[in-house]
């Protein structure tokens, strides 16, 4: 009876907050459809799209935590389930996002010989940023892109690059595009700076694939650390199934594998942020 109620709390909890958020969105929406004249209602999915990233993972969480609720029964499990899911998604983004930013500053380089060489060729820092939208790869050829896309419409040069530069993923890249702004207003020798940026970014670069290379025993074994108590868990119920089913069966049990499980996950963001180092 017990969970049953709390099923049903949660429920409206949840119903309450996602309609909330959609009565929101759909508020900020027609604010800004009445001074175009028209009011259209957003779907559930156009809703979600719109939402931060923080705010879709939180609502994922709580549909995983009704959903295992139900299922199970159990509140801590479904707890359970839900943290683990918050972890794992924020976990697999910021990589995604890093592997991104990495790919960028090693396309960096190349996108600076690019420019250097067309400038020598006699084209404008305009023309030269076409041409490196042209030739490069992604994931860095879609910023010169919309850069050439805008130049194209007209968009002032400097207020382009401005909105590049705060909206860059990699900082090789956002020192690129603030040294080509300031080049630009100062009237500086163009070539003589991509030299000099391009000697700076192998470095860089250079230093920290040594310091990745370094802090990969480490993140390996917070890796390790985090997986050892779940290999003793299975050992231990595979030998003495008695013993370890109370931590399934019972509410002490509950509370302390939810214990366990946060103090895994706080360890492993502690290792996580610990080998990482900001260059």
């Known amino acids: 009876m017990l969970i049953l ?4 709390c949660f429920s409206i909890s949840v119903y309450a907050i996602v309609k909330y958020i959609g009565d929101y969105i759909n508020k900020k929406a027609s604010d800004r459809s009445e001074k175009k004249g028209h009011l259209p209602r957003l779907s559930i999915k156009e809703q979600y799209a719109k939402l931060p990233p923080k705010r879709q993972r939180l609502v994922i969480a709580m549909i995983i935590f009704l959903a295992l609720l139900i299922v199970l029964g159990n509140m801590i499990f479904a ?5 683990l899911y918050i972890y794992a998604d924020w976990n697999i983004k910021s990589k995604k996002a890093k592997k991104t930013a990495d790919l960028i500053d090693l396309q960096v380089i190349e996108s600076l010989s690019i420019i250097k060489s067309a400038v020598l060729a006699g084209q404008s820092l305009q023309n030269a940023m076409s041409v490196a939208a042209e030739e490069l790869k992604e994931p860095i050829k879609s910023e010169f892109v919309q850069i050439s896309d805008e130049l194209a419409l007209g968009v002032d040069f400097d207020a382009v690059l ?3 530069s705060s909206r860059a993923k990699s900082k090789e890249f956002k020192f690129m595009i603030d040294t080509i702004m300031l080049s630009k207003d100062s009237g500086a020798s163009l070539s003589g700076i991509f030299d000099k940026i ?8 250079s230093i920290k694939n040594k310091t990745i290379a370094l802090t990969s025993q480490g993140k390996l074994s917070g890796t390790v650390v985090s997986c050892i ?3 003793i868990i299975l050992i231990m119920y595979a030998m003495q199934p008695d013993m370890i089913g109370v931590l399934f069966t019972t509410i002490a049990g509950n509370f302390l594998l939810l214990l366990v499980m ?3 996950l706080i360890g492993s963001f502690v290792i996580r942020k610990l080998t990482e180092i900001d260059l």
């Open 162 to 164: 401005s909105a590049v």
């Open 5 to 8: 109620f709390f099923s049903i």
């Open 262 to 264: 946060i103090m895994i």
């Open 198 to 205: 391009i000697k700076s970014a192998t470095q860089r670069i």
């Open 79 to 83: 707890l359970i389930g839900s943290c």
């Open 229 to 231: 108590p779940f290999l």
